[in-house]
């Protein structure tokens, strides 16, 4: 009677156990690359909703085995969400009325009869909170990676993806950027690109640090001058190819900003140069630019360099090899000042990107040894770079430079910094005309700068009177990965809850041997098929002669 009620006793323990994990299921994540974990940056978000979310996925039919481990892996992260608020996953279908606004995404794979097919899919999620709508881009499309590399970053990226539009929904106010304008900078033309990328997520404001804001009545700090605390509402300041220096009194604004725990945007070049007269004369000196930023920028620990940069890998630009005016003969020629940046894997603003435009791009240098500013490489040319100083001159009629010369390898072009800046007034008097009753901060709260050695990465061309998305080169007519990198700067800029770190997750690429799988189906198929027979058939014969001895010897 004890034994039977030893085994009730653990029956009952175990079905009570069971009934618990069904109110409280219990996780265990075995992984090695944590794939199946979420941050508890997602936990806090989800766990903030107060109503339930409905996710509509969009990644149905006739799928590839990749694109069905796409679905799969989406599907796994909202289960894995759904444990931390009401998640409610729908499939979608032809006839939803969203799908007309999604723009597919055509596959072309060849059947092995040798034909090739084509497959319209759907590769977006759309998620609805309180009335809300976002919508989630599933699929990373990044040139210069196979289809296999992108698929895997597109998982690595998932849960990234799509706390990004949640964040989105739950957000209740849109944060502010400014960008920077009265010292040459390229007009809202040229930046309608930045500007557009960037609403999707804040208000983006342009104008003049003495009048981005009602100026100060006479009397209030003395005429024309302008507050120290102007910038303050704004999340972060984008300062865009500026052509003409900073007045002292700019500068200490910024400065303060900074200090306060602003963040900045600098896209600064070194050097300056006329395209107009390149284009015109074929040739164009090049003189170091006085921005007056220099002390500034060496005071947060970067310096961008006087000089311009050439490399191998870079773009083609049509050159008129023909004798005769009257029949242009144009071909494309390697331009070694329009040099394709490479990106970083170790940032969260660069992770699984390609290749970046440029043109006329000056290098940074990092200074101030251990001043406790984390430095990180966004940006560097590849491994045969030169460097041009300045003086100099850029020349048309110099296509084909000494080879000899390149023997520079990854000059940083792009650099991110964080921490606690030291003031480049720390030991200077105020500027005239600022309006400020308290002292000025010598020590920054914790914050972050991105600076990037050129104006050239956040502008876009004009075609026909629109405006080309910023990286996009309309010779080629390839489009590199300028509009994602600035994106997610700014979005590391303005980072306070620690989102875009979700970027930084890795997932295993275990990719399968094509040709070796094609080539040893039929041994594989073969294995697969008879080995579990042959091994019930041998389990099975062990336990007939077992019994059969066992039971002849009695």
Known sequence: MRKYSYYIFLCSLWLLLVGALQFRPVRWDMTDDRHYSLSETSKQFLRSTDAPIDVTVYLEGDLNAGFRRLRKATLETLEEMDVYADIRIHSGNETDTDKPELRPTIIHEREQNGKTAQT????YAVMQYKGKKSVVTLLK????????????????????AIMEALHLLLQTETPRVAILEGHGEPDEAHTYDLMS???RYFQIDRGQIEVISDPLPDGEGGKNSVDVHI???????????????????????????????????????????????????????????????????????????????QDIQCLPIPVNVSDNPEQPNLQPMPWTYAPLLLTSQGSPITKNMGQIMSTFVSPIDAVGGDDGIEKRVLLATSTASRITGTPGQVDLNNMN??????????????????????????????????????????????????????????????????????????????????????????????????????????????????????????????????????????????????????????
């Open 231 to 309: 910038l303050d509402g704004y999340k972060a300041i984008i300062i865009a190819n500026p052509q003409t220096a900073f007045s002292d009194r700019e500068r200490f604004i910024i400065d303060q900003y900074i200090m306060r725990g602003g963040a900045v945007l600098w896209a600064v070049n070194g050097v300056r140069f006329s395209e107009q007269v390149l284009q015109s004369d074929g040739f164009t000196p090049i003189l170091p630019l006085e921005l007056g930023l220099t002390d500034m920028l060496f005071r947060y620990g970067v310096r961008v360099n006087p000089a311009l940069v």
């Open 401 to 554: 430079p000494d080879m000899g010369q390149f023997k520079y390898q990854y000059v940083p072009i792009g650099v991110s910094l964080e921490g606690c800046f030291s003031s480049a007034y720390a030991h200077r008097m105020m500027p005239e005309g600022v309006d400020s009753d308290e002292p000025i901060r010598k020590e920054g709260r914790k914050t972050r700068q991105v600076v990037i050695g050129g104006g050239s990465i956040v502008m876009n061309e004009i075609q026909q009177g629109q405006a080309l998305p910023m990286g996009y080169d309309r010779y080629s007519g390839m489009q590199f990965s300028n509009r994602d990198m600035i994106v997610n700067a700014v979005l590391w800029l303005t980072d306070t809850d620690g989102l875009i770190g979700l970027r930084e997750k890795s997932v295993a690429l275990r990719l399968l041997n094509d040709k070796r799988a094609h080539d040893e189906r039929m041994k594989v198929q073969m294995v697969s098929t008879i080995s579990p027979i042959a091994l019930l058939a041998l389990v099975g014969g062990m336990v007939y002669v077992i019994r059969k001895r066992k039971y002849q010897r009695r």
């Open 197 to 199: 990328a960037l609403s």
């Open 141 to 160: 499309n990044t040139r210069g990676l196979s289809g296999e590399e992108n698929l895997n970053a597109s998982i690595e990226q998932m849960e990234f």
């Open 120 to 123: 319209k899919v759907y590769p």
